[in-house]
């Protein structure tokens, strides 16, 4: 369950290739199905309660046809709206989808919500940051710059307990990997 006090948000993702009014109308069918599906969990009741933001973000393209990834191992989807649904879908995060029956039942949107772990990167900054910040209190700044010259990958790899350390501050793998899916990631 999530910690008491933290602010939530739900994230949607939309095509990119709809006008922006059906680009909200779309957050608003699957909001609807969110509601429908986990209405009476404690998460949507508090969102609803307290918070109430909606950040409508780009999903890309929307496309049912399976394609095999590149190392052939298994077929995926090849819109990357459909991408998306499947990564929340393997990562067992809520989420719920809404197909568009006057678009030939095409995926046009998914939704999920998260707390600001998540979200905001300035009171709970990605890891190299939060590397960065005990390498310098406890070695100093030319040690702290000399690592940020690193990848974050290989700073994962090398400071494992740090790492799991980190994990737990954001609330856990769910977390970390929803951090991941929006980053970057443009307004519809």
């Known amino acids: 369950m999530k910690d008491k006090n933290l602010e939530l948000r739900m994230y949607f993702f939309v095509p990119f ?3 922006n009014i059906y680009k909200g109308i779309q957050a608003g069918h699957v909001a609807l199905e969110y509601a429908h599906e986990y ?4 998460l949507f009741k508090d969102f609803v309660d307290n918070w ?3 950040i409508i973000l780009n999903g ?3 496309n049912n046809t399976l ?3 590149d190392d052939n191992t298994r077929m995926i989807r090849a819109g990357s709206l459909n991408q998306i649904k499947e990564e929340l879908k393997l990562a067992e995060i809520r989420f719920s989808e ?3 029956p006057d678009l030939n039942d095409a995926l046009t949107s998914v939704c999920f919500i998260c707390d600001e772990r998540v979200f905001n990167r300035k009171d709970y900054p ?3 940051f939060y590397l960065l910040d005990k390498v310098e209190i406890k070695f100093g700044n030319t040690e702290a710059n000399r690592l940020a010259l690193f990848p974050e990958e290989y700073l994962i790899k090398s400071n494992p307990d740090n790492y799991d350390e980190w994990v737990e501050l954001m609330g856990g793998e769910k977390n970390v990997f929803l ?3 929006i980053k970057d990631k443009k307004l519809a």
Do not use: A, V
């Open 60 to 62: 890309g393209t929307t």
């Open 67 to 69: 394609i095999p990834n």
């Open 17 to 19: 290739n709809i006008d």
């Open 52 to 54: 109430k933001t909606w």
């Open 39 to 42: 209405g009476e969990t404690e």
């Open 179 to 181: 951090r991941e899916l």
């Open 126 to 128: 990605d890891f190299k």
């Open 98 to 100: 809404f197909r568009e």
